[in-house]
């Protein structure tokens, strides 16, 4: 609930001007909620405009994809790029093709990207894009196309020192890759910069493709060593979702001693009490791209069960939300605590509800927001810029301990500001706070208003 009057006079414009975009109008009630404390110490924010401008994209750009499929058919979808916040580096961000992608979804994490890009301590703005187009079911052909023909006009709006895209839901190696040879073809340069996300044979990095688990990981260790004097040691942990965010999320939680018993996909779920054998997963959903039901056929003891939301009634000391946004409401989050659970760190985007957080916070339990909590990956986007601009690769291990540090310093930060603005412990103020300061004083440094 939203005290202050300039942040409700701020919030109340933002639904106005877009009164069906509801879940940008969630992302930005969750900030505001918890920028009064620092609004009431920065009377200037008020006077130079800082967060109507802050809430407000400085450009949004939609397209049609035309595309044809295997039989020549001719297919039209719609792209997008919200390039919200230019303030501490080029926009950064991922591109997402799913069928729910609209511009109400992207301004949304395109907003939520400032803030975690401004965490991580690089130089990078906030963006996202994307399609409504579906590569699920496409074949490779059609799949090459449709990047084809997104990139012939995304081209002109992004670049190494403008805007700099990555993956997201459905953009995986094979997108990044055929959207790539199309910049180069159509631009006549190798600006290796471009895009993250890269294979290692063209300006990849090492670990980017393990680096929004495993970052999700070493945030929670962080955060249970120093709030909670435990760790992952011994932990029964559920992690939602399949992809590639939730499988090195279960990799490294049973490197840190922990046992993963659950994963999910849209379907349903599997629950395996033994501990979820990776291997068989990654098998499945790399390389088959197949679906998580086939794990229980083919692991004894495990089970399958429709409907993906029923993970979070399996009890576990850690949950994971890897998945995707809004999976965990109020009701879901009330079974989570009477199970005993006691942190809750997000992989996914949003993936709990604002009620949802709140029932956690009254409960006691640990909780990490996904602007912190899964910013490894953009993380490391970050250093593979970096490896683009010096030319070199840095070793695996080089880019994890980086990656490593970067979180725990996350974690820090956020921790440290919820504690100055007097809300200890409550880390998702505190990222929010941490990651806003940063953004509204170079804002008004650089006389943006």
Known sequence: ????????????????????????HQAVLEVLESLEPIVVQHPEYESRGILETFVEPERMICFRV???????????NRGYRIQFSSTIGPYKGGL??????????????????????????????GAKGGSDFDPKGKSDGEVMRF????????????????????????????????LFGQYRRVRGSFDAGVL?????????????????????????????????????????VVISGSGNVAIFATEKAAQLGAKVVALSDSDGYIHDPDGIKLDVVKDIKLNRRGRIKEYAAEVPGSTYTEGFRGIWTIPCDIALPCATQNEIDGETAKIIVKNGTMAVAEGANMPCRPEAIHEFQAAGLLFA???AANAGGVATSGLEMSQNSIRY??????????????????????YDASCAYNMPGDLAAGANLAGFQKVADVMLAQGVI
């Open 147 to 178: 990047c084809q023909s997104f990139m012939t006009e995304l081209n002109r709006h992004i670049g190494q020192f403008v805007d700099v895209p990555a993956g997201d839901i459905g953009v995986g190696a094979r997108e990044i890759g055929y």
């Open 393 to 414: 690769t840095w070793s695996f291990e080089e880019v994890d301990s980086k990656l490593q540090t970067i979180m725990v310093n996350i974690f820090h930060n956020i």
């Open 196 to 236: 993250t996300g890269k294979g290692l044979a063209f300006g990849g990095s090492l670990a980017r493709t393990e680096a929004t688990g495993y970052g999700l990981c070493y945030l929670t260790q962080e955060m249970l060593k120093v709030l909670r004097s435990d760790s992952f040691e011994g932990k029964t």
């Open 66 to 76: 035309p595309w044809a499929d295997d039989h020549g058919q001719i297919h039209v």
């Open 96 to 125: 997402r093709f799913h069928p729910t992608v609209n511009l109400s979804i992207l301004k949304f994490l395109a907003f939520e990207q400032i803030l975690k890009n401004s965490l991580t301590g690089l130089p990078m703005g």
């Open 1 to 24: 609930m939203i005290q202050n009057e300039y942040l409700q006079r701020v919030y109340t414009q933002v639904v106005t001007r877009d009164p069906d975009q509801r879940e940008f």
């Open 369 to 371: 927001p996904a602007k």
